[in-house]
Nanobody
Framework: QVQLVESGGGLVQAGGSLRLSCAASGRTISSYGMGWFRQGPGKARDFVAGISWGGVTTNYRDSVKGRFTISRDNAKNTVYLQMNSLKPEDTAVYYC?????????????????WGQGTQVTVSS
């Protein structure tokens, strides 16, 4: 089993930055594809960014390209999401997810483990 714990969320003004962290425990995630998803009030959980096991391949939803960067430190068993130029529409609960496959995926159901989420609120 893998436990994921997100941190780094908070309240920020539009144009600001936040860095989310996802710390894994239970076993190493070095061979796992990892992803960040978000869910706004009354909305479905959507893919935000993904990264393959070695960090070579990344993918982003169109609305965050050029603003968000996903990265991982396998030695620390941690995945990050650097969010810059934040917009009010980025407001959501952000979830970290891990899948028992080395490749990333944009599909929610492809992920096997989920964190509890961290709230990100961007004020205008």
């Amino acid at each position: 089993q893998v436990q994921l714990v997100e941190s780094g969320g908070g309240l920020v003004q539009a144009g600001g930055s936040l860095r989310l962290s996802c710390a894994a425990s239970g076993r190493t995630i070095s061979s796992y594809g990892m992803g960040w998803f978000r869910q706004g009030p009354g909305k479905a959980r959507d893919f935000v960014a993904g990264i393959s096991w070695g960090g070579v391949t990344t993918n982003y939803r169109d609305s965050v390209k050029g603003r968000f960067t996903i990265s991982r430190d396998n030695a620390k068993n941690t995945v990050y999401l650097q969010m810059n130029s934040l917009k009010p529409e980025d407001t959501a609960v952000y979830y970290c997810a891990a899948r028992r496959m080395s490749a990333l995926s944009v599909v929610t159901d492809d992920y096997d483990y989920w964190g509890q989420g961290t709230q990100v609120t961007v004020s205008s």
